[in-house]
């Protein structure tokens, strides 16, 4: 039997389980794409022909894909519910403070050992000491799992049993990140407008800060070679407003921000690096 199944192997999911086999666990993986699972078998992980055998083949089961729709669509089902009982499912997928809140009463009532999860890195922080991941559900289990988790980088927080907190700080963490993003970007489109080098803004901030990134990626025009595309902002903002309509809260913020987004769709910059949004501001 392995230490724990893996299922989904995108670019996070592969980040994690990579980092999980370099911990020395013995994993299995799986993907609804095939392909992907072999790169992890010629490095010793069991491959999974279906789901069930993912599943069945460890006590602890790693879920990181899109969202939770698609882990309820290959988990909640006839074929798989009846060998999910007694295992721990830690759920990495993104979503919302009530999508974890229903999936934890879901697994909960099916037998599972529910712990929700939220990841504040990208891919390439998995395994260092800058990985930030969040965690909560029953504290006994978080314990029981811990050392299995530990590979996975230097800041593994565990939050308690509000199961809602990893998604609720995600969220929180990216309103504002998002909202740095638009505010430097606003901020270069000024020096344009006042003929000031916007590479003087840039000096402005530390090395590796996220407005003197966005500042050089406008610089070189480097829109093609993204960090993080308008496509992931957009899901992102999506969310922010889905949970701002939750919870009952102002959802002004989230809102403005999606329209600029939205026009940077239509613009054609759904690919490109979110530094795109000045090509928008540059359009009176």
Known sequence: MSDISV???????????????RGNHQITVWNRTP???????RDGAVGASNIVSAVTASPVILVCVDN????????CTDEVVPHLSGRTLIQLSTGTPREALKASAWFNDHGVTYIDG???VL??????????ILFAGPEDAFKRIEPLLTCLGGDLRYLGENVRAPATLDLAFLSQRFGQILGAIHGIRLCESEDVDAD????????????????QVIHEDGYDNPNVTVRVWDV????????????????????FAHRIVKRAITAGYLEEDVAALIKVLRDN
């Open 35 to 41: 392909e992907k699972i072999e790169p992890f078998e």
């Open 123 to 132: 891919p390439a922080d998995i395994g260092t000491k800058n990985t930030q």
């Open 200 to 215: 003087l803004f840039a000096t402005l901030f530390a090395e590796g800060e996220r407005p003197r990134i966005l500042a």
């Open 118 to 120: 939220a990841i504040l």
């Open 236 to 255: 992102v903002l999506q969310r922010i407003q889905r949970q701002a309509q939750d919870a009952k809260i102002n959802k002004e913020f989230p809102e």
């Open 7 to 21: 299922l989904g192997l995108g670019l996070m999911g592969g980040a994690l389980a990579r980092a999980l086999q």
């Open 68 to 75: 939770y729709t698609v882990t309820e669509s290959f988990l």
